[in-house]
């Protein structure tokens, strides 16, 4: 193991003193003499880490590891025994995080050990985790917005930082604080909206079956359905708030006025006001932006425009056994995180749509893709990452987190 040399100079004392850890994390560690403890702050080699989003079932696997839940017959636990160790280990490193987003939070609110689980996954996080999916694509929403008030191209960035809440590139608190959650109160109201959708997916995919529709007309009816999508969301919102409203329930039409797509019609509106739109005639310029063709172009409704294609074409050609309901949510992860992170683990199933033409050559996602299937590629690129860990930031997490 390394060990750092002494420190021959002690400001304070002179003396001939090693420097003790007193705590690290962000860009710096404090040390103190331990002749004198006299203590100061080093500033930390800035490490450059990989940004990787892992699937709820491979957080739960890798949880289900450090927690020692091991149920009889689960086959892939050695895996995750694997898996575990080699997140570990790079997350220390300093060479990838694994954050936290708002499809997991959703997920976890319903589990059992969702507060056990929530904190194991922010320990990969450290002090980062994904913005909101909903406000990123409300940040694609208005940059196109502005390109086609502007009359220009839509400008479209896919830095990682930008979808990040917290710095990619702080290192690893050696302490880490967190605040347990009680979701009790909301946790069966989020299970019955999620629930609630299981209908129209079925019938959704049903319709897809039967009538064994192609890529080609899926994908077209897909890219086109923007502004549909957008108005019966807004029609949804409209009965939802009118039934609360005549209830008498107070608390779920404020919860109902701040839906995503409410927050979207009002940033709309006041981006089109202040453009010159007069104010009766806002609704009307929200509703004909929706209409734009060049939303095609819109990474988050393209690629999932893309895999409803894929998911259709599979039914269309004898699948049998209809996506679960954990596929929307992994919809709305590729097509949200996808362009933007360096690598995703997802569901069999997911994977092997984004290896699929016309999916890999066309929905701009240069992210690396893993699965089970691929758990031992996945282990690879783990141990590549741990192997590029720069001289100077290994032996600072050798010395601050005890790894081998």
Not at 140 to 148: D, E, G, I
Not at 171 to 192: F, N, Q, R, Y
Not at 235 to 240: A, F, H, L
């Amino acid at each position: 193991m390394f060990e750092r040399a002494p420190f021959h100079n002690c400001p304070a004392c002179r003396a001939k003193a090693t420097f003790g850890i007193l705590s690290a994390g962000g860009d710096s560690v404090r040390r103190r003499c331990t002749a004198c403890r006299y203590a100061h702050n080093e500033i930390l080699p800035v490490p450059d880490k990989k940004v990787i989003y892992l699937d709820q079932p491979a957080i739960s696997g890798i949880f289900k590891v450090k927690s020692g839940i091991r149920r009889a017959g689960d086959r892939n636990f050695a895996t995750w025994e694997r898996v575990e160790r080699a997140v570990n280990r790079v997350s220390l490193l300093q060479r990838a995080i694994f954050p936290q987003s708002s499809i997991h939070r959703d997920e976890t609110i319903v589990w059992q050990h969702g507060n056990e689980l929530t904190i194991a996954h922010e320990m990969l996080g450290g002090e980062t985790k994904f913005k909101d999916h909903y406000d990123i694509e409300l940040d694609q929403v208005l940059k196109f917005a502005r390109a086609y008030i502007d009359k220009t191209q839509p400008q479209v960035s896919f830095d990682v930082d930008d979808i990040l809440e917290g710095h990619r590139n702080s290192w690893l608190p050696d302490l880490h604080i967190t605040v347990d959650m009680d979701w009790s109160a909301i946790a069966d109201d989020v299970k019955a909206r999620a629930d609630s959708t299981v209908p129209e997916w079925r019938s959704l995919y049903n319709f897809w079956k039967d009538k064994k529709l192609t890529f080609e007309q899926v994908l077209s009816h897909e890219l086109n359905s923007f502004r549909t999508a957008k108005v019966g969301a807004v029609d949804s919102i409209r009965t939802k708030l009118d039934a609360a409203i005549d209830a008498g329930n107070a608390y779920e039409a404020l919860n109902v006025s701040h839906y995503p797509v409410v927050r979207e019609v009002n940033a709309l509106k006041r981006m089109f006001a202040a453009s010159g739109v007069p104010s009766d005639q806002l609704g009307n310029a929200v509703t004909t932006f929706w209409d734009w063709q060049g939303n095609k172009a819109m990474p988050v409704h393209r690629i999932s425009a893309y895999l409803f294609a894929a998911i259709a074409r599979k039914l269309a050609t004898g699948q049998k056994r209809l996506p679960t309901r954990g596929m929307s949510n992994d919809i709305v992860a590729i097509s949200t995180y996808g362009p933007y992170v360096d690598a995703m683990f997802l569901d069999n199933e997911c994977a092997a749509l984004l290896s699929e033409e016309p999916l890999k050559s066309e929905i701009g996602i240069t992210a690396h893709i893993f699965s089970l299937n691929s758990a031992e590629v996945f282990l690879e690129y783990l141990a590549s990452l741990a192997d590029s860990t720069p001289r100077e930031i290994r032996e600072e997490a050798i010395e601050i987190y005890g790894i081998e």
